[in-house]
């Protein structure tokens, strides 16, 4: 029997740091990857620009404190107490995740040396990097990061400075990206045109920081400034921020995905919080998808935002009706060894004083299969529960991403042929509904550029030539 | 600067289960531990009944996860498939944890063996083992649970069976104690007569299991069938559950303290539900101790049941107010390297979007120094809050535990001489409310045999012969 | 298919430490264990006296590097920097190797705390611990160590000093045995009245020193000052070393094997050096087993000491006939991935430049089944050896040893039932011979009490009750 | 007190295999990893070859069995059951080895993936990178393995084969190089044209192995074919192994210092056993610079083989001086901790019964400051030896080396300022005598081309323009 995930997973996170003068870089790079967590657990890396040196880089399999306990930092940052950093989080979907493609990577070149990491995923990179071999580049992985320092560092070659070489490469690339890129003497960001994933800049005490969420920048105690534009080239240095535009899209991309699920409660993006955007959809939920009952609970995590929203909006009592065990972190009770109901009672246990007799609205982010959702389900009955009302606060997924999000091809396959009472009956849930494609867009702004094919199919871009990664996962479902 | 920990720590759980058929015994009970992890994460082990060979135990330093990884378990569930096994977690504050007295220990004796695991505290132990130590018994850890081992073998050596030898021992201890034993043929457990700590007795699908809370046994998928009544002796064996009655004490002292913060919310104590005990004394807590807020936060995990109590009572919005960072795991971030401010902050964020301009009642179950509450109620600040009214569900720690609750006596010294207004400076909160001692009794029920002496200086025992640990403990503040 | 050891397996090593005052005794005990190494790498521990707190007692799972640390270490001496410490290593056949038998235990009494580690096996153990569990005791674990620590606490309490009760328990204790015990004021070592297992008494810097081997005091930089005495307990406190004679056996025990393979060629054993008893075996070995050879080459390490004896009395030049792997620590080559062959190969390579064209005598130790030996025949033989002569350093194993050396039954039977050309055949050698059992006692001091009874089935005491270890083991023969 | 290495380092060893059938390539290079494992335990790697998916590898921090345990090695076999791989062995002696410089190297370039792993040291690599990068080329490592890489993707874009582009790369490439590559149908191997450092060639049942030392052949059961000649290409693929002659270089280069202590007794090289050699060696030095003594010892395990020839050619007695303690692993012994002695005494401890009384002739192949010489003297003097001569089986190293081995300018300093008899005075010895360079050129074969400059200051190429690493290197000194 095969364990289905029932949610999609992240690609990554990226931090970067100059200016830091009271604490140094490396330490509040780690901080910040602290803070990015959630958008990557398979590895991180943090590179430091030392003026005296070399850039040092370490990176390794595993979370941030896995990979960076007290000795290794103590070293790092007593060899390297350098004001400027760059740190990068991954998640990696294959099996065997390759510690080559883990993130910063340092390259050397004719002029000088850079580091860099990014967030997202070209869609013609199969075809950059053809035309980069053609011209003797040598590739180490298939990572999107040195395809793109390979471009960087080639645009370098012909032009004047950094920053006009990152503006040259930009337009080659198709896709989404959010990359951080560090020289000796600066630290550049940039956003793909359609600004598909989420970059923010910020201030930490006299430093100024970029990461992928603006949570990395508060919880440094630092203020958000403002979201990088799509396409805008952020240079960082002794002179402070410089800002170079590049062409906008004339439609943004925003990956909704990132309110709906990735992204903290606590960021702040394109003005608006994350945790307004989920609560404003579970308030859409309860107009959309009304149900008769005697409180609501949310799924945690994931429901909470929205089981608020829902409450507040339907008048429904609020409730605390899960248990969500901290210390399950690392462990193997997802094996096989046992019934999949009980490795998920070991992880969410419901409150059974609060929800016996009662009718539930059960409130989560998003479905894919709802294997987990249909123990939920049954240990919310087993608890007491007299009804349980599924009410999922984003569309159903029918249509494969192509940005970085990883739903598996089976799995949309699912979605697409089951009708939703099938799933309901699946579920096990006494009636399900789903936010509507128009409530979402409502939630989180309707006049923003939001990319939202996963739940529509409009892809904001048509797919490419042969070979491109996009062309072969259409045709692949 | 010293880091001063704003909250007593606990002191071990225990978990036992016999009858087991469709899963062994040592994985249910690697299950109910890890639901019991929130009691203890210094050492844990599990001990299982074998009928053929002796009794095998199992045990380390550490969390569950981190002692029983797959391969540990795979090997002792093939070799050891046995029906019945006991398990402990155990919390210990001292520097350089012992490895000795990680439970259970298994001991022969002239009976045959025996392995024993124990919640509490003895307030006679140093004359219990003097005594046993002049008939010629030899410890190898200061452990109670060895301690009562002994005192349990002895009688066995001297009356019929192994509950009668219990049921002699019983009288000689004086303190709080839960305790697991197992022989080859029966499970036994008992509980002190003033029932201190929590014991309970529940199904899991055709196996009987005893547990600290019944989060262990709802979380395995069971039933709470009750509690382990004070001075109750269980035998679980292969005909079913027989109980015998030992004297209960004239006055119940059952630990207040397991509701305001030791359990789960998810148990259910005495019949009240922990979540229930706290969202009444947040309710209480509300018409003691008004204030003039927009929304009304806790703290997570510790002050959210209370809040919604508060919110409830009070009419104020409840709101999500901190994200709480899910990966701060073992990290080093507490030490002293940087600031006590961004330690807080990193693993609890205030949600800007929620507290902006807003005037916050801030609800915590408890607090010590108020070391970590006042970095929160900084950053509360920082996020925007215009006012912050602290409101604590419990009344102040006054004087010492002699069972097995940690508080320092600097902390305790530290709160009994400072006036609430202190406090509340130190805090940096616009007002600071406790609760009462009568509204916490309101809230546990009042007419239930509890201890609340660390708020009252009521202990349910005078302070006995000299050489106690109890005497010392007194004289000692 | 299994593979079968080709060398029996020891049992343990001792050392205790009194008067250290330059560095810390926990220090110097570190080095003399692993000076001790090779008599136990399964589990060590290390105990110290500090005078003003108890006894502190550090032990795990693994080699002296793998439990110690530098951290533990550094951690250990500064919180224990006494002058007074025992440690232990320890060898297990036992697949799941228990823990709770890692040696010191440390006992609390009714006298005070004592801690003891044991290297020897007593026949009459069971008999003993049915005695003790009549009068109340109660254990833990399996080990000697604890039944002897129980014996002596026990006589402590019935008569005056420590040393007393030592010398009370020695006389029920049969078998082998040599202990270190530790009080808070002084360090006891005894050994069996028949001095089967080797102890010894040196002085380092102003230290003296009991261990196991001598080779444990020389390699910390100290003197030999003699054998502790069959039957001898010494006592070393703050007034130096006091002797305590008890009746030594008629005949003397001393293990053979402790020559032939078990104690380091540094060791100094009843006055002879076990390099130079090897060496006479050697030379006594090339006069009764004679070979027309070109070169002699003894198996790494075990073989070196013998073939340059035999090369001595010969004429027959000594060649490096191998090269052995110096970093094939734990690794899993020994596992059914691969042939057997590769396997020693890759432990033990023969010398090519050396053995080609050569007719080799080929010298061992010892052998057991000879699965080993025939892979490194085969071995020479392919790296161009034209005759393979292999000799045996001591006679055929026949009997069990009672007495903690680990010979599998199925070995013994298989050694029995073979003739020695049978032996031959299945090695692949020209020739096969073994060193006669008089030639071995010729080398080792013909007039030393010496049990040899491996070899010839003459045990030193006959075998006992029904229930004992002893008994059993000649009947499960 | 800083502690001085007595011995230069030696900088990594090379397998590769191709053809294997009866076992995955991947666990025959394992073994042959193991097999080189003296050349390196820094880090290490293996690259398999899957004709249906890419080049797989994976390398580490550590030695073999450290990063390749059982379950990595199954997983590896299983996925990648390939017959063709290479592997690589690394010493690093920067203190903080950089992880990203571990071998072997997977590029992917416009024809295709590659992997490579070297041993040796380019003269001319500044220069070379520097000119690849004028061409965008990016590195992303300061390693010649993957500047070599770059070297021969370049050549390869432009000619026609691999083998082709390997044989117009070679040209550019100045100092001591042996490489392996391997691309999806083929394994090459190269060595450079002076031969400087070993390659060999060999056949392990089907297939053909490539390896810096015929020791990794013979340990897995294999015959040394020949050595790679200086200048050749091999090609070893589906039809076997075909070879490509470059030109040689006028003048051999081999180090010398491969013969006197980086390379394994049982390799052999350019037709002598590097036993021999040193057996060679021994012989030499008895006759330059006799001693009278009872004895000749070496100090383990560098100084045995000489000491046999100096014994045999002396006629006096070889004795077993030393027993080197076999668990000394990575330990902490050699901190600050302890007087130095002591550690050198716990990992060589004196054979007292071999050296009291008697005077010793002490062989090692090399020395640097004497430190640890110095304590070894004492050692062997306090267990009783009555005059200890001092004897070095090769010259004084008085000049830096250009190609791979690591001596620090101070060492070298030391050894010229120092008269030979102010080393003796240091080391404690009675007398001290070095082979001749004369000597050491017959015991290797004086008609060989070999570099002994590290003895003699005669560099087998002249310093190079500026920039090179050579130029820099004799500039520091």
């Given at each position: ?11 990554c996170?990226?931090f970067?740091?100059?200016?830091c ?8 790079t ?8 959630h ?45 400027c950093?760059?740190?990068?989080v ?7 995740a390759?510690?080559?493609s883990t993130?910063p ?30 011209d ?10 040195e ?19 990152v503006?040259a490469?930009m337009?080659?690339m198709?896709g ?8 000796r003497?600066k ?7 359609r600004?598909q ?7 930490v005490g ?14 440094l ?8 534009e ?12 410089t ?13 909704v ?8 409660p606590d960021s ?5 919080g994350?945790?307004?955007a989920?609560y404003?959809?579970?308030r ?15 799924i ?29 972190g690392?462990t193997?009770?997802?094996s096989?060894?046992?019934a999949?109901?009980?490795a998920v ?19 989560d ?11 939920i ?5 087993r608890?007491?529960?007299s009804?349980?009302?599924?009410r999922?606060s ?7 991403c ?7 091809r089976d ?10 009472e099938?799933i309901r009956?699946?579920?096990?849930a ?12 409502k939630a ?16 904001p ?17």
């Amino acid at each position: 029997m095969t364990f289905y995930k029932d949610k999609p997973d992240e690609e990554c996170g990226v931090f970067g740091i100059s200016g830091c003068m009271s604490q140094p870089a490396a330490y509040e790079t780690y901080l910040g990857l602290y803070a990015l967590q959630h958008r990557g657990q398979t590895s991180c890396g943090i590179a430091v620009n030392s003026e005296e040196a070399d850039i040092f880089c370490r990176k390794g399999m595993g979370t941030v404190p896995e990979v960076f306990g007290e000795a290794v930092m103590d070293s790092m940052t007593r060899s390297h107490p350098a004001s400027c950093a760059i740190g990068h989080v991954r998640y990696s979907s294959s099996l065997e995740a390759q510690q080559d493609s883990t993130q910063p990577f340092v390259m050397r070149y004719a002029k000088g040396s850079i580091a860099i990491a990014n967030n997202g995923c070209l869609v013609n990179a199969d075809a950059l990097r053809q035309n980069l071999e053609k011209d003797g580049s040598i590739f180490q992985t298939d990572s999107d990061a040195e395809l793109i320092g390979h471009l960087v560092a080639r645009q370098r070659l012909l032009k004047g400075t950094l920053e006009q070489a990152v503006q040259a490469a930009m337009p080659m690339m198709e896709g989404a990206y959010c990359c951080v890129l560090m020289s000796r003497s600066k630290l550049i960001a940039f956003r793909d045109p359609r600004g598909q994933k989420p970059l923010c800049l910020g201030k930490v005490g006299e430093a100024f920081v970029v990461a992928s969420e603006s949570c990395a920048v508060t919880s440094l105690g630092g203020e958000l400034i403002r979201d990088v534009e799509p396409g805008e080239i952020l240079v960082i240095g002794k002179q402070g921020v410089t800002s170079i535009s590049t062409p906008k899209a004339e439609k943004g991309a925003f990956c909704v995905f990132e309110y709906v699920y990735f992204a903290r409660p606590d960021s702040i993006i394109n003005g608006l919080g994350v945790h307004e955007a989920r609560y404003n959809a579970g308030r859409q939920l309860a107009l959309e998808q009304p149900a008769e009952a005697d409180i609501v609970a949310g799924i945690p995590d994931s429901g909470i935002d929205a089981a608020l929203g829902y409450a507040f909006e339907s008048g429904i009592r609020f409730a605390y009706g899960f248990v969500k065990n901290r210390y399950v972190g690392r462990t193997f009770i997802e094996s096989d060894q046992m019934a999949r109901e009980k490795a998920v009672a070991i992880k969410l246990n419901p409150l059974a004083a609060e929800v016996r007799g009662k009718s539930v609205v059960l409130i989560d982010d998003s479905i894919v299969r709802g294997t987990t959702s249909a123990h939920i389900v049954e240990n919310l009955r087993r608890a007491g529960a007299s009804a349980v009302h599924m009410r999922i606060s984003s569309p159903p997924f029918l249509y494969p991403c192509h940005y970085g999000t990883d739903i598996s091809r089976d799995d949309l396959l699912f979605a697409r042929r089951q009708a939703a009472e099938h799933i309901r009956l699946q579920i096990g849930a006494d009636s399900l509904g789903y936010l509507s494609i128009r409530g979402l867009r409502k939630a989180t702004g309707s006049s923003r550029g939001i990319c939202d094919a996963c739940f529509t199919g409009h892809y904001p871009v048509e797919a490419g030539k042969s070979g491109d990664k996009f062309s072969k996962k259409l045709e692949r479902l």
